[in-house]
């Protein structure tokens, strides 16, 4: 029986998803995005030229495979059409390249502006939001008042939407919120009659249609497990499952029929946006990290926060989602790191856990692993037994203490510089 596949990130996001899915997509025919929005920015480089995806799947850029936009994702059909305007530009056709589900949901100019509103009213508990809308949309979503794709197709739809967006402001008059909206709905409007160029379907049909096919299906994720509304370090959190098991939700295919799970995780730590990151460096070092690893975000360009491999919180990353391999990013931002660290264990209040704990906010203590640099470019290397000594044993110990392999480890942010075990 054909499976899918998924690829998810362990960490707080950006951990390098967009090219593993550039990479792993010649083995697979189909290739969906399951949960998120146009809060990812996903990175692709590749014969000198730089992508960076928000809501279209990273699968896009291997000609010939059919990309979906599966239920679990919310859409925002401005942010939609300038990206994929912005491919058409460059030559790839989306109209047959890429379907859309009919329950994704959609993202209103409201939305949007609902998301600023609860930040500002949050004062210095921010979560730091991208400000797409996210929280909002599904909000609706799970309180039963959502719009979705398929509604566009409506003769009610108008009417739909007006009902939405009545709801909305009177949310924000409540909340004393000033806003302008005239232009963002001109733009809107325009951008869902565009939308409609696009093949909306039944993608929970089309996916289990393609693996009873014997056609292989790649989910991707985005956002990363840190940052589930479930097991993340709540409230700073998105407001989807980025977990495996979102996957099931967000693309209508049964829980057997997961494949592999790739996990993928920078060979350090960043995060964007607030919330607690108990191996966060405030000097030099996390500096270094953010120089050397260009750590600013691909949609907000804020700077994220870096520090050291988190092992408590990967391994909790790996267990919620069941991860069969993992995927190590940007090794090579540590390059001339003379000693690395790794988190192995947490001290919180006195007493030592190797579990993620529940009241993130309570001051917790990393204890550290010491480990020496390899000292050396690792971009030039392109086999597992090209690599230094000292990066083969940071390598190791990360299997060792997970008990799982790590099969690719890339050392550079082009499709090339890929290494598969
Ligand atoms: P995503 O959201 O998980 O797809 O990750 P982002 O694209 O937001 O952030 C990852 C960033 O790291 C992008 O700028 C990538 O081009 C870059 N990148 C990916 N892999 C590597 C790597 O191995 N080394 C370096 N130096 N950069 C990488
Ligand atoms: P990719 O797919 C990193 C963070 C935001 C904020 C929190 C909630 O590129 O890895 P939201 O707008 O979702 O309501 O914001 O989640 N966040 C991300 N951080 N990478 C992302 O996506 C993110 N998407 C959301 O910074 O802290
Ligand atoms: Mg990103």
């Not at 290397?381 to 480890?409: L, M, S």
Request: charged share 25%; with cysteine.
């Amino acid at each position: 029986m054909k499976k899918v596949d998924v690829i998810l990130g362990l960490q707080w996001g950006d951990e390098g998803k967009g090219k593993v899915v550039d990479v792993l997509t010649p083995r697979y025919e189909v290739v969906a995005r399951f949960q998120g929005g146009p809060n990812a920015g996903h990175t692709l480089e590749f014969d000198g030229e730089k992508y960076v995806l928000r809501s279209i799947p990273s699968g896009i850029f291997q000609g010939g495979k059919t990309n979906i936009i599966g239920n679990g994702v919310v859409l925002d059909a401005i942010l939609f059409r300038a990206e994929a305007e912005e491919l058409a530009k460059s030559g790839h056709d989306l109209t047959r390249q890429l379907c859309i589900s009919k329950k994704a949901h959609l993202i209103l100019p409201t939305h949007r502006i609902l998301d600023a509103a609860y930040e500002a009213a949050k004062g210095s508990a921010k979560i730091g939001t991208t400000g797409k809308g996210i929280g909002p949309t599904y909000t609706d979503k799970v309180s039963r008042n959502g719009m979705r794709v398929g509604d566009l197709l409506s003769p009610d739809f108008r009417a739909i939407y007006a009902a939405a967006k009545a709801r909305h402001e009177a949310i924000l008059r409540s909340l004393g919120y000033a806003y302008d909206i005239a232009e963002l709905e001109a733009q809107w409007f325009d951008a869902v009659e565009y939308l409609k160029r696009f093949r909306i379907i039944d993608s929970e049909y089309f996916v289990n249609g393609a693996l009873d096919e014997g056609r292989s299906v790649l989910a991707e994720g985005a956002q990363g497990t840190l940052l589930d509304v479930d097991f993340g370090s709540y409230p700073f959190v998105t407001s989807s499952n980025t977990v495996c098991a979102g996957v099931c939700t967000g693309l209508g295919v049964a829980p057997r029929r997961i494949g592999e799970v790739f996990g993928i995780f920078k060979a350090y730590c960043t995060r964007v946006g607030s919330g607690p990151f108990p191996t966060e460096l405030f000097d030099e070092t996390g500096d270094r990290l953010c120089t050397l690893g260009h750590e600013f975000g691909a949609v907000t360009g804020r700077k994220r926060r870096c520090g050291w491999l988190d092992m408590v919180a990967l391994k909790y990353s790996i267990m919620i989602n069941g991860v069969t391999q993992l995927i190590m990013m940007k090794s090579d931002v540590m390059n001339d790191f003379e000693t690395i660290k790794v988190a192995t264990a947490y001290r919180i209040d006195g007493r030592l856990t190797e579990e993620f704990p529940y009241e993130t906010a309570a001051e917790i203590e990393p204890v550290y692993t010491e480990l020496e640099g390899w000292r050396c470019d690792l971009r030039s290397c392109r086999r597992y037994d090209e690599f230094p000594e000292a990066f083969r044993r940071y390598v190791e110990f990360i299997e060792r203490e997970t008990g799982v392999p790590v099969k690719i480890i890339s050392v550079g942010p082009d499709r090339d510089e890929t290494i598969v075990r």
